[in-house]
């Protein structure tokens, strides 16, 4: 069945250039709605390298190395406790080395006070002042001990390289060579560190020149 024409409406440009741009519109907003529906593209499956290369080594291989991996990582840990308790330790014993040293010079000026005055004849002058030195070195010996200081002397003992130096050579019948005779410095250790040498002379036999 026809519909009837009715009269031809001519339109205005301006209108028709109007309507043009809807119906584009319209098409470009239905373009970009379908884009957003569509599946997105599969992305690759992570960690598959990191499969693929762990599926070439078979499981006895792979228990291998991680036993191998503990066993190191255990024996670095065990050598670094090693290291650091061996270091704190140093630290505790030897903490005080630096000044022990320097009181040495004190202990060795005051033995030299203490021999001149016991060759100065006697009287109450030098009987008081033998007393005030005497207690003053004991005093300061106390101190030096309880720090872990030892003396080091060995007269009339085997002569012994490890805490004594032998600094003259001396002939004497009366004991077997290599006897410590004379002390010219006493030697310290502290603990199980020696600080210096005893200085002494030793025996030698009959005959022999003395160094």
Known sequence: MSQPKGPKVDLPDE????????????????RASSDEHAPAPAAPEEGATAAASA????????????????????AEFENF???ALKERQDLFNYANENLVKELLSTVDNLERALEHARQTEEGDDIEKFL???????RSLMQVLEKAGVQKVEGRN???DPKVQEAIRRVPNKECEPGTVVE??????????????PALVA?????GEESE
């Open 183 to 196: 002390i010219y410095q006493p030697g310290y250790t502290l603990k199980d560190r020696l600080l210096r």
């Open 81 to 83: 406790k090693r290291r």
């Open 131 to 137: 007393e005030g030195v005497e207690l003053t070195y």
């Open 157 to 159: 003992e085997p002569f």
């Open 55 to 74: 599926e070439e080594r078979s499981p006895e291989e792979q228990l291998a190395e991680a036993q191998d991996r503990h066993l190191r990582l255990a």
């Open 202 to 206: 030793v025996s030698s036999r009959a």
């Open 15 to 30: 209108l028709v250039a109007e309507l043009d741009k809807d119906v584009t519109s319209s098409e470009g907003d239905t």
